[in-house]
């Protein structure tokens, strides 16, 4: 019987990378979009056309509560187990303190903490049933201090923090760990100038910025290591030190 694993915000990027990472090992994949419709029917047809009925899409908001149930209860039934919860997706944009708003955090901590959490509740007894393993992608930035993204960082600090308070409570059958990129990709719909990325990467020990493959074979890494829970895996390039 195939494994499966379900990755929020799963029709790009690093999301996307994962999700064709596990393909290739044969696992049944959830990919969970939002908005990237089209996308990720493209991500879907592209494995199933290699591993036919494999890969499965469900939409949802993760600042809707309603559709956080949608996709918890969808989820369940499309394939006989839930292995790997991979809670990927996420908003990211600067909140400077002069100008927050109820709307920004709403999004910034559906997205980012509250959905994922719920996503874990709604989740947990059928990850139980398969000795499941729960990754939450973080960011390697936060123990700095990050000036005008207050909400963000506490969103991913919280994400941080029931990381470890959950690896407790849902051991010993699930492990829960959380990997930390640093800078992989320049952010959604953004692109830096030489001058920018030589910036970034000057802060950056291995001299070079990451990519999605480094995110997808930490998660691998982790999912594989049954004896690592509540733990922050950096993946940074030494950024962090
Ligand atoms: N890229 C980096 O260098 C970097 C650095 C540090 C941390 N990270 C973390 O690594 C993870 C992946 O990074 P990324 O750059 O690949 O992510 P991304 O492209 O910024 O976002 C991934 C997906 O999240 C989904 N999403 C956003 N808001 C949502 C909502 N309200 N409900 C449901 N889905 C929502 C979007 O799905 P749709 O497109 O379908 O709407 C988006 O495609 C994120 O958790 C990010 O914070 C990345």
Same mark, same amino acid.
């Given at each position: 019987?195939?494994?499966?694993?379900?990755?929020?915000?799963?029709?790009?990027?690093?999301?996307?990378?994962?999700?064709?990472?596990?393909?290739?090992? @044969?696992? &049944?994949?959830?990919?969970?979009?939002?908005?990237?419709?089209?996308?990720?029917? *493209? %991500?879907? $047809?592209?494995?199933? /056309?290699?591993?036919?009925?494999?890969?499965?899409?469900?939409?949802?908001?993760?600042?809707?509560?309603?559709?956080?149930?949608?996709?918890?209860?969808?989820?369940?039934?499309?394939?006989?187990?839930?292995?790997?919860?991979?809670?990927?997706?996420?908003?990211?944009?600067?909140?400077?303190?002069?100008?927050?708003?109820?709307?920004?955090?709403?999004?910034?901590? @559906?997205? &980012?903490?509250?959905?994922?959490?719920?996503?874990?509740?709604?989740?947990?007894? *059928? %990850?139980? $049933?398969?000795?499941? /393993?729960?990754?939450?992608?973080?960011?390697?930035?936060?123990?700095?201090?990050?000036?005008?993204?207050?909400?963000?960082?506490?969103?991913?600090?919280?994400?941080?923090?029931?990381?470890?308070?959950?690896?407790?409570?849902?051991?010993?059958?699930?492990?829960?760990?959380?990997?930390?990129?640093?800078?992989?990709?320049?952010?959604?719909?953004?692109?830096?100038?030489?001058?920018?990325?030589?910036?970034?990467?000057?802060?950056?020990?291995?001299?070079?910025?990451?990519?999605?493959?480094?995110?997808?074979?930490?998660?691998?890494?982790?999912?594989?290591?049954?004896?690592?829970?509540?733990?922050?895996?950096?993946?940074?390039?030494?950024?962090?030190?």
């Amino acid at each position: 019987m195939n494994k499966t694993i379900l990755i929020t915000g799963a029709a790009k990027r690093i999301g996307k990378e994962i999700a064709l990472t596990y393909s290739e090992l @044969g696992w &049944n994949i959830i990919i969970h979009y939002n908005s990237s419709k089209k996308d990720a029917e *493209k %991500l879907a $047809e592209k494995i199933n /056309s290699k591993n036919p009925n494999t890969a499965k899409i469900i939409q949802a908001n993760l600042d809707i509560d309603s559709e956080v149930s949608k996709l918890i209860d969808e989820s369940k039934k499309l394939f006989d187990t839930i292995d790997i919860l991979v809670n990927n997706a996420s908003t990211f944009y600067p909140t400077p303190i002069d100008n927050i708003s109820n709307d920004h955090w709403q999004n910034l901590i @559906g997205s &980012n903490l509250k959905g994922p959490l719920f996503l874990i509740h709604g989740l947990k007894d *059928k %990850l139980k $049933e398969s000795n499941g /393993s729960i990754i939450n992608i973080t960011d390697t930035n936060l123990s700095k201090g990050v000036a005008n993204f207050s909400i963000y960082t506490a969103a991913k600090g919280g994400l941080e923090s029931i990381t470890k308070g959950l690896a407790r409570e849902l051991a010993p059958e699930i492990t829960v760990n959380a990997i930390a990129p640093g800078a992989m990709l320049e952010p959604p719909d953004v692109e830096w100038t030489e001058e920018q990325k030589e910036k970034v990467i000057a802060n950056i020990p291995l001299k070079k910025m990451g990519s999605e493959k480094d995110i997808a074979q930490a998660v691998k890494f982790v999912a594989d290591a049954k004896y690592i829970t509540g733990q922050i895996i950096k993946v940074d390039g030494g950024r962090s030190l």
